[in-house]
């Protein structure tokens, strides 16, 4: 029972220690961060577009209503 009780403090050691480990690397956090930041991006970039053709929309509109139809 004695090498029983042994194999299983080993098994229960690497267990615990596998966990740890995948807990402490940092490669999904980093995959994370870069997401969000993407994602950050984006939004800006989008924004901007919707900004910027409403306006150049609009300044079209105001250049075609000044010449008289031909």
């Given at each position: 029972?004695?090498?029983?009780?042994d194999?299983?403090?080993l098994?229960?050691?690497?267990?615990?220690?596998?966990?740890?480990s995948?807990f402490?690397?940092?490669?999904?956090?980093?995959?994370?961060?870069y997401?969000?930041?993407?994602?950050?991006?984006?939004?800006v970039?989008?924004?901007a577009?919707?900004?910027?053709?409403?306006?150049t929309?609009?300044?079209?509109?105001?250049?075609?209503?000044?010449?008289?139809?031909?």
């Amino acid at each position: 029972m004695d090498k029983m009780t042994d194999c299983l403090t080993l098994f229960t050691a690497r267990l615990y220690s596998g966990a740890l480990s995948v807990f402490r690397r940092k490669e999904g956090q980093t995959l994370v961060e870069y997401a969000l930041l993407l994602m950050l991006i984006a939004v800006v970039i989008i924004a901007a577009v919707a900004i910027i053709g409403q306006k150049t929309c609009n300044t079209y509109s105001n250049i075609a209503s000044t010449f008289p139809n031909s």
